[in-house]
Nanobody
């Protein structure tokens, strides 16, 4: 079991930026394709972004495309969020996929999430 930990959430004004991190303490994430999801109260979990093991392939949900950027280094995966909107308010979770060589599919490992609140 991979223990994933998200960090970097907080309260930000509309139009602001945050950078989230996902790490697995004590191990590298280089073996995993990674995804970011979010869940707002009363809503279903929503796909946000994904990145392949190599980092050469990325994919974004329609609602964040052009505003969010996913990236990685061996130990961590990042989600840079710019031009944030109140509708981006949610708990953000990272997910690790050990199986995909080229792209990403939802894997079995989840973090607990970090809260992002966009409000003036």
């Amino acid at each position: 079991q991979v223990q994933l930990t998200e960090s970097g959430g907080g309260l930000v004004q509309p139009g602001g930026s945050l950078r989230l991190s996902c790490a697995a303490p004590g191990r590298t994430l280089s073996r995993y394709a990674m995804g970011w999801f979010r869940q707002a109260p009363g809503k279903e979990r929503e796909f946000v972004a994904a990145i392949s093991r190599s980092g050469t392939w990325t994919y974004y949900g329609d609602s964040v495309n052009g505003r969010f950027t996913v990236s990685r280094e061996n130990a961590k995966v990042y989600l840079q969020m710019d031009n944030l909107k109140p509708t981006d308010t949610a708990v953000y979770l990272c997910n690790a996929d050990p199986a995909s060589d080229v792209h990403y599919v939802i894997g079995p490992h989840w973090g607990q999430g970090t809260q992002v609140t966009v409000s003036s």
